[in-house]
Each structure stands twice: as structure tokens, then as C-alpha cells.
């Protein structure tokens, strides 16, 4: 029948203990934890908060301000995407409070040229990287 040395088990065991060994030490445990009901809310309420400024922005006249201010639309939506939910929330505020029917474009482009302003002067101080255009000396 088959015969193996006994040189050879002694290989195959020592093979087979090692990789025993190597199985233990690759496992990864996972960790779960709960995720509280503010937390959720709270990034719900992020999101819902972007759509809605990007949906602003995307309006027609919105884009025409801007425009007309001399700002690129692509560039006001690059840097409303950068930034913070605290910072969205607040602009959200701004557009709740406008006045219906009211002339609220003005506002919220100059809540959108104030944010350009602010990340502008951060990006030329070296605390943001936001703009392409603006040369960072190191």
C-alpha cells in the first residue's frame, strides 16, 4: 500500500502545526457598538440640508447671480461641498429665514460670497486646501 517515512510526517506535522498557528494570529474580531438616535438624526439632517443648498444653487437665477457677481456656479457648488455640516446648517438657517416671495437670492449669494471669502483667506493663509489656483508657499 503507501508508506511515508517517518522523516515526512514529522514535515507534514510540523507544516500543519505552523499553519495552525498562523490561522489564531490572522483572526479579526470585529467590534459592534450602538449608534445613538441623535447621531442618525443628525446626519440625516446633513444630508437633507446639502440637497437642499444644491438644489438652491442649481435654480437658474441663482446660477445668473452668481454670474452676475462674477463667481463661477462649479466653484460656489465646489466650495459649498466643502463645507462643514455646522456651516450648512447655518446657511440653511439664512434661507428659512428669507421672506417668501422675497428677493432671497441676494442673501444667499452673499452667505455664498461671505463662505468663498472666508475659505479664500484660509487657503491663502495655508490652513485649507480648497483652490486650485491659489499657490501655497512651504
Known amino acids: 500500500m503507501f508508506s511515508i517515512k517517518k522523516s ?4 507534514i506535522l510540523h ?3 505552523f499553519s495552525f498557528m498562523l490561522l489564531d494570529f490572522t483572526a479579526i ?9 441623535e447621531a442618525v438624526i443628525n446626519t440625516l439632517q446633513g444630508e437633507k440640508s446639502r440637497s437642499r443648498i444644491t438644489a438652491f444653487l442649481d435654480r437658474q437665477e441663482v446660477q ?19 463645507l462643514t455640516d455646522q456651516e450648512i446648517s447655518r446657511l440653511c438657517n439664512v434661507l428659512d429665514q428669507l ?3 422675497g428677493d432671497g ?6 452667505a455664498a460670497v461671505l463662505i468663498f471669502i472666508i475659505l479664500l483667506i484660509t487657503d491663502i493663509l495655508g490652513f ?7 499657490k501655497h508657499t512651504k
Not at 437670492?105 to 452673499?110: E, P
Open 8 to 11: 515526512n510526517i514529522k514535515i
Open 15 to 17: 507544516f500543519l502545526i
Open 29 to 37: 474580531s470585529a467590534k459592534a457598538g450602538i449608534i445613538g438616535t
Open 64 to 82: 445668473e447671480a452668481f454670474l452676475q457677481k462674477g463667481i463661477d456656479p462649479s466653484q460656489a457648488k465646489n466650495s459649498v461641498a466643502s
Open 99 to 101: 421672506p417668501a416671495g
Open 105 to 110: 437670492v441676494g442673501a444667499v449669494v452673499g
Open 128 to 134: 485649507t486646501n480648497v483652490f486650485p489656483f491659489v
